[in-house]
């Protein structure tokens, strides 16, 4: 069973930063890309950025381009949200998920959809 | 950047009942279309691909159709468990949601 489990939100002042992680397991985290989603109060989702299964293609949305950096260590399973400069704006429940398609055309940001998710886990950014 | 408008954004519907969300997208997306079904404290659940395709393990009252920019998830007869918000996403380029539509009891 696919099982992508998210830690280390939690309260945080504005401008600080924090690193969230996201363990998986019941298959091979090598050979799947990754994502981060979020979700702020009250709103829709919002793609955050993705990372290709070889770490060659990695994408963010503008609204963190610069002050977010996402990594992944396949030795442990794991994918990583370091989020630097934080604001207001970035609190939301922050998902990762498994992506399912494949990168073609030198790109790998067409044709790949996000098959499993996490439950989440709650930034809040506040004084 | 491709944008989704969804529609509803609220819908109150009975156990039984036919459902049926529209989005549509600012360009065409082919059939690079998913919809997710969310539920609070919950994880995001996969319900179509492709516009038309049904997830795995997904209940076969969920269909999806569509294709260029109009797109639209249809319930068939509405179940207990399904009172949640929809949201659909583009994967033609790039990953835009659409803003969501909640499915609440009538």
């Known amino acids: 069973e696919v099982q992508l489990v998210e830690s280390g939100g939690g309260l945080v002042k504005p401008g600080g930063s924090l690193r969230l992680s996201c363990v998986a397991s019941?298959?091979?985290?090598?050979?799947?890309?990754m994502t981060w989603v979020r979700q702020a109060p009250g709103k829709g989702l919002e793609w955050v950025s993705f990372?290709?299964?070889?770490?060659?293609?990695?994408y963010y949305a503008d609204s963190v381009k610069g002050r977010f950096t996402i990594s992944r260590d396949n030795a442990k399973n794991s994918l990583y949200l370091q989020m630097n400069s934080l604001r207001a704006e970035d609190t939301a429940v922050y998902y990762c998920?498994?992506?399912?398609?494949?990168?073609?055309?030198?790109?790998?940001?067409?044709?790949?959809?996000?098959?499993?998710w996490g439950q989440g886990s709650l930034v809040t950014v506040s004084s | 950047d491709i944008q989704m408008t969804q529609s509803p954004s609220t819908l109150s519907a009975s156990v039984g009942d036919r459902v049926t969300i529209t989005c549509r997208a600012s360009q065409s997306i082919s059939t690079w279309l998913a919809w997710y079904q969310l539920k609070p404290g919950k994880a995001p659940k996969l319900l179509i691909y492709k516009a038309s395709s049904l997830e795995s393990g997904v209940p076969s009252r969920f269909s999806g159709s569509g294709s260029g920019t109009e797109f639209t998830l249809t319930i068939s007869s509405l179940q207990p468990d399904d009172f949640a918000t929809y949201y659909c996403q583009q994967y033609n380029s790039y990953w835009t949601f659409g803003q969501g539509t909640k499915v609440e009891i009538k």
């Open positions: 998920a498994r992506g399912l398609g494949y990168c073609s055309g030198g790109s790998c940001y067409s044709g790949i959809l996000f098959q499993h």
């Open positions: 990372m290709s299964s070889g770490s060659t293609y990695i």
């Open positions: 019941g298959f091979t985290f090598s050979s799947y890309a």
